[in-house]
């Protein structure tokens, strides 16, 4: 398992190719959500991307920490997710460590997320906290944690 992070202009073609990849067969495929994936938020010269390669050097898991203001007033973490072949391994766990031990280099402040309501468990365990109320974030039910 190799890690890289870095902004958008540090990823190969091949790494955004296969992190999109990614993105589309969970969010779109799998989870039958049908909304635009790509949202100009990946261009932002100071968003983070996290990306793990498996030996085949294709993406396995990927998140993105944003700045401050994009979209939340805190530094955010977000588009975390994992390839249907590496969950059960603990590999959303090191990834969630990596992409909250990025966002605290950039802020010593608040970071926080929009969760996917069923995996309120899963970023507790990651110290975040749910905020606010329950909403719908292209037709899945998400709340905001922070921590």
Not at 28 to 33: A, G, T
Not at 79 to 99: C, D, E, I, K
Request: proline share 3%; net charge negative; hydrophobic share 40%.
């Amino acid at each position: 398992m190799q890690w890289h992070q870095g902004d958008f202009n540090s990823l190969s073609a091949q790494q955004w190719y296969s992190v999109l990849q990614l993105r589309a067969a969970v969010f779109v495929v799998e989870q039958d959500c049908v909304y635009q994936d790509i949202d100009g938020l990946d261009l932002n010269p100071e968003c983070i991307h996290l990306l793990a390669l498996n030996e085949d050097f294709q993406v396995c898991a990927y998140a993105r920490i944003l700045p401050a203001g994009t979209p939340y007033p805190e530094v955010s973490i977000g588009r975390v997710v994992v390839s249907a072949n590496g969950r059960g391994s603990g590999l959303g766990h090191r990834l969630m460590q990596r992409a909250c031990r990025a966002a605290q280099v950039v802020t010593k402040q608040r970071i926080s997320l929009s969760a996917q309501s069923h995996l309120q468990g899963f970023y507790a365990q990651h110290g975040f906290v749910a905020t606010g109320a329950e909403y719908l974030e292209d037709g899945i039910p998400h709340i905001k944690m922070v921590r």
